[in-house]
């Protein structure tokens, strides 16, 4: 007998009653999926991240990078991959203030480095990392080459110097 027609007021409450119910389940049910499948999806796309995620760590003393002063006939070398996130951990072991930043491919840094000044030769610029402290930076690998990495500090340029190869 359908809905409209059935002779027991009772019997019709108790099966609308019954079909909110299910109706509230399951909508609970369809949100705590979405909810969980969208995290899901979250926790994928941060796993991706950090697979494809590069990590430096830059360190930095007086007027050098890495563990020996023989930055201008020896640069150190970092490598990383073209267009992936990098996330550089610097560390100033020095008392002076210093930065790290890339030069684009086929500029010429002039010697001395006039900080300000010349920014626009310059791909990327961490910011400065003051004496005996530390910091993080992230930014997207360009694409591949070696490029030159210098201190834009006035006066540290060509003595704090490295490479940065992108493959």
């Excluded at 909508?27 to 991706?48: D, I, V, W």
């Excluded at 267009?83 to 210093?98: A, C, E, K, W, Y």
């Excluded at 002039?110 to 610029?125: H, N, T, W």
Aim: with cysteine; charged share 15%; net charge negative.
């Amino acid at each position: 007998m359908p809905l409209g027609q059935n002779k027991n007021p009772i019997a019709t409450v108790i099966l609308v009653l019954f079909l909110m119910v299910f109706v509230i389940i399951t909508s609970y049910f369809l949100a705590l999926y979405l909810r969980n499948s969208r995290a899901a999806s979250a926790q994928e796309k941060l796993e991706e991240i950090r697979n494809s995620l590069t990590v430096l760590d830059i360190e930095m003393y007086d007027n050098y990078y890495g563990e020996n002063d023989t930055n201008v006939v020896d640069p150190p070398a970092w490598t990383v991959g073209a267009d992936t996130p990098v996330l550089i951990n610097m560390r100033n072991h020095g008392q002076l203030n210093h930065n790290w930043a890339i030069v684009k491919q086929g500029e010429t840094v002039p010697v001395p480095f006039a900080e300000g000044q010349d920014s626009s030769i310059l791909y990327y610029q961490a910011g400065m990392v003051y004496g005996d402290n530390e910091t993080t930076f992230t930014f997207t690998a360009p694409e591949p080459g070696v490029y030159q990495v210098i201190c834009t500090v006035e006066g540290h340029y060509p003595s704090m110097q490295g490479k940065l190869v992108v493959q």
